[in-house]
């Protein structure tokens, strides 16, 4: 199965490399990209054929995945109507709605929507799926299967959930890197060694991700079982909720998604 990438950027460099890991030849791989020094960049590193234009070897292709950014996505969409033909269109620029993506590209209708996120830069992200209703079950298969190769996948079956997914799993490392961030400040002021600050709190994040991964448990009941009763962790516990930081956390988190359907609001005009 042939893919075209539209756009060489990190989610695109991201994808290729799982995708080859996964067994995917270099040939059926492709990538339309302007910029010269990043088609050199690609060609060199994945062995795959970066043009600066869309050809016949994009028209060719069963999956055209676009990877540019979403100010660039209107322009590119009216450029690829006149090779579209029955091609799987997956589009990972975010904040675009399908209804926008399909009035851009003439009307066409086999698009599948994803939002995925940055740990997929090492082959650990999540992204969530939104198929056109057009969209067969053999293509959403295929769709899955593309970005099964950079982490897990899940669909949902309302496009609106997307707006909540940008919120949680699109914008949650940053949400994680900031709790980072504060742990190593902690730790630093309590007279750690910078070095040590950061790999204590590195490791415990990974490391408690892991246990609640593997566990069956919900996270409150892992939380539970650290806190001690007149210890440590109730002390630090205790003062979170008196500074009511959970519920500062989902009125954040809501902020995000709010911004994510005003975003899709805004990029989706003519």
């Not at 009941?221 to 650290?226: E, I, M």
Request: aromatic share 4%; glycine share 10%.
């Amino acid at each position: 199965m042939r893919i075209a990438f539209i756009g060489g950027g990190n989610m695109a460099g991201a994808l290729l490399g799982g995708l080859l890991q996964k067994g995917y030849a270099a040939t059926d791989l492709s990538v339309v990209e302007i910029d010269a020094s990043a088609r050199e960049r690609l060609s060199a590193r994945f062995g795959v054929a970066a043009v600066p234009a869309a050809g016949a070897e994009t028209a060719a292709s069963a999956v055209i995945l676009l990877a540019v950014k979403p100010q660039q996505l209107r322009a590119v969409a009216q450029g690829l109507r006149p090779i579209l033909s029955k091609q799987l269109v997956i589009s990972i620029a975010a904040g675009i709605r399908t209804q926008d993506l399909s009035r851009w590209l003439g009307g066409y209708a086999q698009i599948v929507r994803v939002m995925s996120n940055t740990p997929a830069l090492v082959l650990a992200g999540v992204s969530a799926l939104f198929a056109m209703p057009s969209v067969g079950a053999e293509a959403r298969t295929c769709a899955q299967g593309i970005l099964a190769a950079v982490g897990s996948t899940l669909w949902v079956e309302r496009e609106e959930l997307l707006d909540a997914v940008t919120a949680i799993s699109g914008s949650g490392p940053a949400y994680v890197f900031y709790f980072i961030e504060a742990l190593e400040q902690a730790a630093t002021e309590l007279g750690l060694p910078a070095a040590d600050a950061r790999r204590l709190s590195l490791e415990t994040f990974l490391g408690a991700a892991r246990l609640a991964g593997d566990s069956a448990d919900a996270p409150a009941v892992l939380r539970a079982r650290v806190t001690s009763k007149g210890g440590t962790t109730e002390r630090a516990l205790a003062s979170m909720e008196g500074n009511h930081v959970k519920s500062r956390i989902v009125e954040a988190v809501r902020s995000a998604a709010e911004r994510s359907r005003e975003l899709g609001d805004e990029l989706g005009k003519d």
